[in-house]
T-cell receptor, first 115, second 112 residues
Framework: NAGVTQTPKFQVLKTGQSMTLQCAQDMNHNSMYWYRQDPGMGLRLIYYSASEGTTDKGEVPNGYNVSRLNKREFSLRLESAAPSQTSVYFC??????????????FGPGTRLTVL | KQEVTQIPAALSVPEGENLVLNCSFTDSAIYNLQWFRQDPGKGLTSLLLIQSSQREQTSGRLNASLDKSSGRSTLYIAASQPGDSATYLCAASTGANSKLTFGKGITLSVRP
């Protein structure tokens, strides 16, 4: 049981390049989330997926797109990276769709630098 | 809009001290309040989750309390150890789908 896994762990991009951050969970959770963590700003929700087939914007969705590929996988795509997207990105999952009582389990993070 | 505040941003204590970490939130209509630990360069690990109907939760040397009416939660750490050194974040869940609003965290250093 690996929990929540994220790839890659580190990435350096040039401005304008695109990339996809991958996230997978093996806990049969319904809900999945993408956060970014910046110094002085804390963790902020980018997008979330309450259940397979649904996605919704969080607090800071601009410049990102997401895909809930299946119940296990939730990817985050940067179409045209900007230096302001330099951050640490965390994926998380929780158990019950629509029931706000579950602990969120976090992946180890992807450290992204945009030059 | 929910806002979560953790003050101070950093705290240094000698080993063995009992300590309290504070968290305040502006919207009392929360579903739950969660405390996480984050070690440098790592992801977040859940410590305790308090449902809105509960007043406190305990796990080992950790005890978290919730007072919705005053918009406050505290994390009590008994007999602190150097291994407790980390950043502690609280997060409030409001609305459906377990969306969390995080505080900026308190970086705790326990001196041997």
């Amino acid at each position: 049981n690996a929990g929540v896994t994220q790839t890659p762990k580190f990435q350096v991009l040039k401005t304008g390049q695109s990339m996809t951050l991958q996230c997978a969970q093996d806990m049969n959770h319904n809900s999945m989330y993408w956060y970014r963590q910046d110094p002085g700003m804390g963790l902020r929700l980018i997008y979330y997926s309450a259940s397979e087939g649904t996605t919704d914007k969080g607090e800071v969705p601009n410049g990102y797109n997401v895909s809930r590929l299946n119940k296990r996988e939730f990817s985050l795509r940067l179409e045209s990276a900007a230096p302001s997207q330099t951050s640490v990105y965390f994926c998380a999952s929780s158990g019950l769709a629509g029931v706000s009582t579950d602990t969120q389990y976090f992946g180890p993070g992807t450290r992204l630098t945009v030059l | 809009k929910q806002e979560v505040t953790q003050i101070p941003a950093a705290l240094s204590v000698p080993e063995g001290e009992n300590l309290v970490l504070n968290c305040s939130f502006t919207d009392s209509a929360i579903y739950n309040l969660q405390w996480f630990r984050q070690d440098p360069g790592k992801g977040l690990t859940s410590l305790l989750l308090i449902q809105s109907s509960q007043r406190e939760q305990t796990s080992g040397r950790l005890n978290a309390s919730l007072d919705k009416s005053s918009g406050r939660s505290t994390l009590y750490i008994a007999a602190s150890q150097p291994g407790d050194s980390a950043t502690y974040l609280c997060a409030a869940s409001t609305g459906a789908n377990s969306k969390l609003t995080f505080g900026k965290g308190i970086t705790l250093s326990v001196r041997p």
